[in-house]
């Protein structure tokens, strides 16, 4: 793991990537992209819902989609969709499929739902045609499938592509595709890389994001 992850949050700015510690003054980054990662359990998915719980509260509108984690006992067996917009669920990814439909491989024993991942891509490039500074929008998660240009990937595109000067983005991730979320943006984007578990987290963030 780079030593940057290790202990700094990340700032990139006109495409460089400057580090930052962990502490600063509420609202010295204004970042428009925050990055949170982890390892698989680390609390991802539930971090991001109370990022969109602080911003409903704030009067943001929020889109997109969180993966939350299905458990059978302590195994993971799936993740349901869930849509904050719409306060809907969808199966997404399973060990074995729940429900009808096109499911097709995605690592190990798990496959995919293709059908709610066309549908989370619609949900993100709506939400990119729809972006203002009061808006919120959460990709749950940059993952295997984004990383190759897949899944989530060409709806977290455009709404990158509308990010200058309006809204925020929220990617949740596993820690080693971090440096590939980065690759993203470019520019002037501001981006903060935090660790979903840092037991300070909400102290560091501030209302620098949200």
């Known amino acids: 793991m780079?030593?940057?992850?290790?202990?700094?949050s990340t700032i990139t700015n006109g495409g460089t990537i400057f580090k930052k510690p962990w502490?600063?003054?509420?609202?010295?980054?204004?970042?428009?992209?925050?990055?949170?990662?982890?390892?698989?359990?680390?609390?991802?998915?539930?971090?991001?819902e109370q990022i969109v719980d602080r911003a409903l509260t704030k009067g943001y509108k929020v889109y997109g989609v969180i993966s939350r984690r299905v458990l059978e006992g302590r195994e993971t067996i799936g993740y349901e969709a869930y849509f904050p917009r719409t306060n809907e669920t969808s199966p997404m990814v399973y060990k074995k499929p729940p429900c009808e439909g096109v499911w097709e491989h995605l690592r190990g024993p798990f496959k995919y739902n293709k059908a709610t991942f066309e549908k989370a891509t619609e949900e993100l490039i709506e939400a990119a045609h729809l972006m203002d500074d009061r808006t919120l929008v959460v990709a749950d998660e940059y993952g295997?499938?984004?990383?190759?240009?897949?899944?989530?990937?060409?709806?977290?595109?455009?709404?990158?592509?509308?990010?200058?000067?309006?809204?925020?983005?929220?990617?949740?991730?596993?820690?080693?595709?971090v440096d590939n979320a980065l690759r993203l943006f470019a520019g002037d984007s501001k981006v903060l890389v935090m660790e979903t578990n840092q037991p300070d987290f909400w102290t560091c963030l501030g209302d620098s994001f949200i």
């Open 2 to 8: 780079s030593s940057w992850l290790k202990n700094a």
């Open 23 to 48: 502490r600063y003054v509420s609202g010295e980054l204004n970042p428009q992209v925050l990055i949170i990662h982890g390892p698989i359990g680390s609390g991802k998915s539930n971090r991001a």
């Open 144 to 177: 295997h499938l984004e990383a190759r240009g897949f899944g989530l990937y060409p709806g977290l595109l455009k709404v990158v592509e509308a990010l200058p000067g309006r809204g925020r983005l929220l990617i949740p991730c596993r820690t080693d595709k």
